[in-house]
Structure formats: structure tokens, C-alpha cells
């Protein structure tokens, strides 16, 4: 997988949306390409650039690990996005991007 088009990809997401691991990986070939899209969200040259902080787990949980000041950063910067961030969690039937 390439890590840049994963990059480029987290860049057509709109603002107050967000996507799953799954559905990256998906998008390239493989929902079992999870953990894969995971690593290389965690190694995101630019947070600004590339917004990871709109990628969730499948059950719309925010990422502990999340690589631009952990969970509550993610969530600050969803919220900012219009996203309601509940228990660290956003509704997916809600916020989910369907590319």
C-alpha cells in the first residue's frame, strides 16, 4: 500500500465527516488492510496536510495513540469540525464519509 496515496486520500474527506481504518483500507484493495492504514497514519509527515484526526475505529472510537497529541487532541480537533464526540466516540450513522 502506499502510504502517500493514503495520505492524499485523507485529504478528500469533507469537514464534519470522518472514515474507518476499514474503509481506507477498503478504498485500496482490502478492508483487512486495517492495522496497515494504522501504522501509516502513525506516521503522517504532516497532521495539517494530511488530516488523520478524521479516522475512527469501526465502532466510531478515536484513536488513544492518535500521533498529534493523543485522544484529546483528536477530539478537540473534530469537534472544531462540528463532529459531536461522545464518550471518545462519534456516531458513525451520522458522520460516516461514503466516498
Known sequence: ??????????????????????????????KNLARTVGNILHENPDGVKYPCYKVVNSEGKLAVQYA???VEAQKEKLIADGITVTNYRVDLSKYRYEP
Do not use: R, W
Open 68 to 70: 498529534f497529541g493523543g
Open 1 to 30: 500500500m502506499d502510504k502517500q496515496a493514503v495520505y492524499d486520500f485523507l485529504t478528500t474527506i469533507p469537514k464534519g465527516k470522518v472514515v474507518t481504518y476499514g474503509q481506507i483500507g477498503e478504498h485500496f484493495g482490502s
